[in-house]
């Protein structure tokens, strides 16, 4: 069975400084897809960045990008320019890519709070 | 387009009892997949559905069911209600084809079991 392992549930940034979220995850698929989720307080699950496990090159989107290790089984997400509206529960998540299925396994979640 | 409905947003039940919740996806999604969410086991998969079938299941009892209609639409059920199913229910919607596409999450329905 696969699992995500989010190893910090907490962290603090100040605002426009840089902050890094670790997870590791354990799977013996060789194809599948890793996200990152964050969930504002009280508001929907948005989908920040997704990395497909056959591709090299990191992910990127914006100020969000993803340090990706596929023989380390590691997906860290880095927010550059934290923002106040980067504060909310970060999930890191998995997919396996066959057989049509959308299950996706979570992480416990990382909480981090933006610091004016 | 219109995002991922659930109603209702808040429940109330107390133990024993039985409850639906509903999940309408994006028009034109045919995959509707539902999760639990708790403080002490984080976001859990319960099932996907696929036109009308269900096409995964996560490890649940069977007292948690759920069905798919024409329109996609999605109803989750659960029966004999326990304290600890008290959680938020978050249902996604994605396209449903075969490789992988973006799923998108409604808001959740959160129940509360007394």
């Known amino acids: 069975a696969q699992t995500v392992t989010q190893s910090q549930p907490e962290m603090s940034v100040q605002e426009a400084e840089t902050v890094t979220l670790s997870c590791t995850y354990d799977?013996?698929?060789?194809?599948?897809?890793l996200f990152w989720y964050k969930q504002p307080p009280s508001r929907q699950m948005i989908l920040v960045i997704r990395?497909?496990?056959?591709?090299?090159q990191n992910a990127t989107e914006n100020r969000f990008s993803v340090n990706f290790q596929k023989a380390a089984k590691s997906f860290s997400l880095k927010i550059s320019d934290s923002q106040l509206g980067d504060a909310a529960m970060y999930f890191c998540?998995?997919?396996?890519?066959?057989?049509?299925?959308?299950?996706?396994?979570f992480g416990k979640g990382t909480k981090l709070s933006v610091i004016p | 387009k219109a995002g991922v409905t659930q109603t209702p947003r808040y429940l109330i039940k107390t133990r024993g009892q039985q409850v639906t919740l509903s999940c309408s996806p994006i028009?034109?999604?045919?995959?509707v997949s539902w999760y639990q969410q708790t403080p002490g086991q984080g976001l859990q998969f319960l099932f996907e559905?696929?036109?009308?079938?269900?096409?995964n299941k996560g490890n649940f009892p069977g007292r948690f069911s759920g069905r798919q209609f024409s329109n996609s639409r999605s109803e989750m059920n659960v029966s004999t209600l326990e304290l600890g199913d008290s959680a938020l229910y978050l249902c996604?919607?994605?396209?449903?084809?075969?490789?992988?596409?973006?799923?998108?999450f409604g808001p959740g329905t959160r129940l509360t079991v007394l």
């Open positions: 998540a998995y997919a396996y890519s066959g057989a049509g299925s959308y299950q996706l396994t």
């Open positions: 990395q497909e496990a056959y591709k090299q």
């Open positions: 559905y696929f036109s009308e079938t269900q096409r």
């Open positions: 799977t013996s698929e060789s194809d599948y897809y």
């Open positions: 028009s034109g999604h045919r995959s």
């Open positions: 996604a919607s994605s396209s449903g084809t075969y490789s992988y596409n973006e799923q998108f």
